[in-house]
């Protein structure tokens, strides 16, 4: 409140926001809207089950409530959600599917980034799920780590993450895009409908992850 108390007092404006869901208290609100131009904040899932591992359990009614906020205040909304972490099934990733359908929904310029989840050498998910001993944390790896698979960076570096098969690596890598073509705006990460088509075509798993959500008109 103090930061954005002395922002409003100078007739400044902030290109962007990064906070918490839980730092948008009322009290902030009003100084938020009027100084602000866009805001990041990160969901990370709409798994209850992933949130529990992430150690990030939000209420996601609330992301949407503070969604359509910011959109009645021409504020752009950018957040992220995490995939392809340890145990992760479809019903996680279709969560995460639908609540960038609705925030999405709410306003066309909102922009949901993904990311596929990369290990650190003292991870609370890699010591919980007995995998620190799997993972190649050599300079070399950790070095390279990618986490948005796209251009120029296509890849996902199984060393990194032993409980991933080579079929779960193709699946990511087919999603990420389809993800993107869906919620996210840079022109260079996103596919035509026809290249969705295709990737649907050899990919059942991923058309039954999207179904029912519609590639939006650019």
Request: with cysteine.
């Amino acid at each position: 409140a103090v930061i954005l108390g002395a922002v409003h007092d100078r007739g400044w404006k902030m290109s962007r926001l990064m906070a918490h869901l839980d730092d948008f208290r009322d009290e902030i609100m009003p100084l938020l809207l009027a100084t602000t131009k866009s805001v990041v904040m990160c969901i990370e899932s709409a798994s209850p089950r992933m949130q529990k591992m992430l150690n990030k359990c939000l209420n996601l009614e609330k992301a949407l409530e503070l969604t359509k906020t910011l959109s009645h205040h021409s504020i752009q909304l950018t957040t992220a959600f995490m995939f392809g972490l340890p145990t992760e099934t479809d019903d996680d990733i279709r969560a995460s599917v639908e609540m960038a359908s609705r925030i999405r929904d709410i306003n066309g310029k909102n922009l949901c980034m993904c990311y596929i989840y990369a290990p650190q050498p003292q991870d609370m998910i890699v010591n919980g799920n007995g995998l620190r001993d799997e993972i190649d944390f050599s300079l070399e790896v950790v070095g390279n780590v990618e986490v948005i698979p796209v251009f120029p960076n296509i890849k996902i570096d199984l060393r990194l993450r032993p409980w991933m098969s080579e079929d779960d690596r193709t699946f990511y890598l087919d999603f990420v895009p389809v993800w993107f073509s869906h919620f996210g705006q840079k022109r260079d990460r996103r596919l035509t409908a026809a290249q969705v088509g295709e990737v649907y075509a050899h990919s059942p798993r991923i058309r039954r992850l999207f179904e029912g959500i519609n590639l939006p008109v650019h």
